[in-house]
């Protein structure tokens, strides 16, 4: 019934993001070891996001790819003394119910979390079936690029920007 007793697993969230999974492991039984591998930052220009949040309402959709994407969106929101309702009818996806919770949070509540927690997941959820549409994806400045092609694939319009650095631990 706890199927990770004798086990131990390692988390290399950044410093501060690994309690849950740790908790999580604990109730199954394991122990856990927190080693970061990668830390937070701004990204390399505030520029190409701030653009995007004064352009909010011009979108159909504004995607979450994580609650790191969320906290800095936000932050910039409020930075330019503005908040969800400057996103007009834009509708808000996250890739997964961590992500959906810190959107929440922030007055961002989400329309959309698909099954599967992954970019896979979003483009099977809105982009086969969807009129075409224009989307937002709030991301990492680096990763996989997914989503973005896939959705273009479909032919959908998409702006993809870098939320925050994702930058290796020394």
Not at 143 to 167: C, F, I, K, P, W
Request: proline share 5%; with cysteine; aromatic share 4%.
């Amino acid at each position: 019934r706890r199927p990770l007793v004798g086990r131990t697993v390692l988390i290399t969230r950044p410093a501060g993001q690994g309690g849950e999974l740790s908790s999580l492991v604990a109730a199954h039984g394991g122990s856990s070891v927190h080693l970061p591998v990668i830390r937070i930052g701004p990204p390399a220009s505030w520029d190409p996001l701030d653009a995007a949040i004064g352009a909010a309402d011009s979108f159909d959709w504004i995607v979450f790819a994580s609650a790191n994407g969320v906290r800095s969106f936000a932050g910039r929101l409020r930075h330019a003394g503005r908040d969800a309702r400057h996103l007009g009818t834009a509708r808000i996806a996250a890739i997964g119910r961590a992500t959906a919770r810190e959107a929440a949070l922030h007055g961002l509540p989400c329309d959309l979390v698909p099954d599967e927690h992954r970019s896979e997941g979003i483009v099977a959820a809105l982009g086969a079936g969807a009129r075409r549409a224009r989307f937002l994806l709030v991301r990492a400045d680096r990763g996989r690029d997914v989503m973005r092609r896939d959705l273009e694939a479909l032919g959908h319009h998409v702006t993809e920007v870098a939320a925050y650095a994702s930058l290796a631990v020394d």
